[in-house]
């Protein structure tokens, strides 16, 4: 098998400018190709772990843009140019890690492969994704011209990948339906050691129904970015009845707007070092999971600790929580279903047990995922040079028939 030790390998990132599940991905990417530079649209280091300045880190022009960390939203229509700004030619494999722009890249005669978070959730489920947002009417008035620029962007973008790799069915489906490209699944990683902490084998919640906030093992735990489309809004509302104990970790521009709503049994964390999330996964009851989500690393995460998932039943969730067993489902993004839910879960909570859900996690290991990505470029690659062997060979053979 090809080894890429010997290439020159480039990866390609939408944006960094905050933290979340397609960048515990990447940083994987990078733990595998430790000297590939990593080519971004935008770089705001002070919202991301330390852990990223040390890595080549390779920003577009749009980093000299001014007010980015407040308005990068604003700025949409330059991403596709940022991403076609880099020439990346001079390397053997360019990995695009890609919800959006990323897969556009440059590339030459690279081979190029991409892990598909999503085909641009923006552009194809825009209802979705519109219903929560907050932008002016004149913006509102001219989105429907930049959707029609986005869409037509994408499809030609992704005409420019040689293999596609999806992060769960459900994408696998997207990536079929929409750019009518088959791809590979690899799950995105989890490192389940370094969520468990020891849970009892069939850990109880004696104290379900408690109202105090404080001792462990009395509060429900969401962690998410604090953004419209992740629903957190009826998680709020729900607990406000319930009048249960909840913790949110996480940043985000809607977490205003989330505290303004909150009574004071809701909790807001901001953003935490790995060591207090992996605290807080340990000692909760359950993590609520409310979006449809792509893949869903939180539930997996909250898995590998142990913990059940109240989880909204649709997206990648649905390939990797058990009802009744792993978690439990709700059906409608609506307070009254999470209210229901958590309701259910008061009544079977004695159920679950703690080391058949991290088993389920241990399917997404860290290591697991590296040898599968890693394996599965090499195969691409091979393949790839024996297309271009083949090809230049035809070429050859075209030309000296001519010459004859």
């Not at 053997?92 to 890690?97: E, F, T, Y």
């Not at 907050?134 to 293999?163: E, G, R, Y």
Request: proline residues 5%; positive net charge; contains cysteine.
């Amino acid at each position: 098998m090809e080894n890429l030790k010997n290439r020159k390998v480039a990866i390609v990132h939408d944006y960094l400018n905050q933290y979340g599940g397609a960048e515990r991905v990447l940083e994987a990417m990078h733990e595998m190709y430790p000297s590939a530079p990593i080519y971004t649209t935008i770089y705001l280091p002070e919202n991301l772990p330390r852990k990223f300045r040390k890595m080549d880190i390779r920003p577009s022009f749009m980093q000299e843009l001014p007010f980015l960390r407040e308005h990068f939203k604003k700025y949409l229509l330059l991403y596709p140019f940022a991403i076609r700004s880099f020439d990346l030619s001079s390397y053997d494999v360019v990995l695009s890690s890609s919800s959006a722009f990323a897969k556009g890249a440059n590339t030459g005669s690279a081979f190029h492969i991409c892990y598909c978070y999503t085909p641009m959730r923006f552009a194809w489920r825009f209802d979705d994704y519109i219903k929560k947002e907050q932008f002016s009417p004149a913006i509102k008035k001219l989105l429907p011209l930049i959707i029609k620029f986005l869409k037509i962007w994408d499809l030609w973008s992704s005409s420019k990948v040689d293999n596609f790799i999806a992060t769960s069915k459900n994408i696998r489906g997207r990536i079929q339906d929409i750019y009518n490209r088959d791809a590979e699944v690899i799950y995105p990683p989890v490192a389940p050691g370094n969520y468990y902490k020891g849970i009892p084998r069939n850990y109880t919640v004696g104290n379900f129904g408690a109202s105090s906030n404080s001792g462990p093992g009395n509060y429900f735990l969401l962690v998410s970015r604090l953004v419209p489309y992740k629903r957190i809004d009826i998680v709020v509302k729900a607990f406000n009845s319930l009048g249960l104990p909840l913790r949110i970790i996480g940043e985000g521009p809607h977490r205003q707007c989330l505290e303004s709503m909150a009574n004071s049994n809701v909790k807001f964390l901001g953003r935490v070092s790995d060591e207090v999330l992996v605290e807080n996964y340990s000692a909760c009851q359950a993590v609520i999971s409310p979006g449809e989500e792509d893949f869903g690393l939180v539930p997996v995460e909250a898995m590998a600790s142990g913990k059940p998932v109240i989880a909204y039943a649709g997206g990648g969730v649905l390939e990797t929580v058990t009802d009744g067993i792993s978690g439990i489902f709700f059906h409608e993004q609506t307070p009254e279903a999470v209210f229901d839910a958590v309701a259910r879960f008061g009544r079977i909570h004695h159920v679950f047990n703690s080391d058949a859900i991290r088993e389920r996690a241990l399917v997404f290991d860290r290591e697991v995922f590296k040898e599968k990505l890693n394996g599965l470029i090499c195969e691409k690659y091979e393949e790839y040079l024996a297309r271009e062997k083949r090809g230049m060979s035809v070429m050859g053979a075209l030309k000296f028939a001519s010459f004859l």
